[in-house]
């Protein structure tokens, strides 16, 4: 069974720097897409960033030269360094992996917890 674990959350000063991290246990699986969604309150989840597995990335343009999206296949990883935080990067920050299994040769979304992002003014 796939399980996501984020961690890295927290509350920082508008300007400050945090690193989320979103780790997969289990075995017998490839990650394809990786991707980091937040989501505010009141407001809808949206993507943040997003990286394949060939390491190309794709950011919204609200992060665009703060926030840097990165994996590391062998350890099941995703990391977002995020710099320069801005009170309306508040929210839930949840992690999303595209997952094919090895012997199934079936593929699914699999979702972190989410993670407090807060960022005071």
């Known amino acids: 069974q796939v399980q996501l674990v984020e961690s890295g959350g927290g509350l920082v000063e508008a300007g400050g720097s945090l690193r989320l991290s979103c780790a997969a246990s289990?075995?017998?699986?490839?990650?394809?897409?990786m991707t980091w969604y937040r989501q505010a309150p009141g407001k809808q989840r949206e993507l943040v960033a997003q990286?394949?597995?060939?390491?190309?990335?794709n950011y919204a343009d609200s992060v665009k030269g703060r926030f840097t999206i990165s994996r590391d296949n062998a350890k099941k990883t995703m990391y977002m360094q995020m710099n320069s935080l801005k009170p309306e990067d508040t929210a839930i920050y949840y992690c999303?992996?595209?997952?094919?299994?090895?012997?199934?040769?079936?593929?699914?979304?699999?979702w972190g917890q989410g993670t407090q992002v807060t960022v005071s003014s």
């Open positions: 289990g075995s017998a699986f490839i990650i394809n897409t």
């Open positions: 990286i394949t597995r060939g390491g190309s990335t």
């Open positions: 999303n992996f595209a997952i094919t299994g090895i012997l199934t040769v079936k593929s699914r979304d699999y």
